[in-house]
């Protein structure tokens, strides 16, 4: 799989694929998405508990553009599909009756 990337990233269109690297990304991706919906449920079901009613959210997508944490960082925090965490949030919340704010970051801290 690490191949696969590395050959992705120096420009091969179409690396050659198979059955057993299509299985480990597959098996990757229903992981993350499985994570996803643990964290979400437990922030809704958190917030239905606590009686609050409007969640208000800042869209971190694009602050770390500038920052350099390091190389093992930087790639966990690349791979963080943040639009799927809000859309997965916003459809829990909104089951509990609990309003979903989705708030441009830039210029919040003036």
């Not at 643990?38 to 208000?56: P, S």
């Not at 799927?84 to 801290?109: A, P």
Request: charged share 30%; net charge positive.
């Amino acid at each position: 799989a690490q191949w696969y990337g590395q050959q992705s990233g120096k420009g091969v269109k179409h690396p050659v694929t198979s059955k057993h690297i299509r299985k480990l990304y597959k098996r990757k991706q229903d992981s993350v998405t499985d994570y996803l919906h643990k964290i979400t449920r437990y922030l809704a079901e958190y917030c239905r508990e606590q009686g609050i009613t409007c969640v208000v959210t800042g869209d971190i997508r694009n602050i770390r553009r500038e920052k350099d944490l390091g190389h093992r960082t930087n790639q966990k925090l690349h791979s963080l599909p943040y639009n799927r965490i809000y859309i997965m949030l916003e459809y829990k919340l909104k089951r509990y009756g609990i309003r979903f704010i989705k708030q441009e970051e830039s210029y919040t801290s003036q």
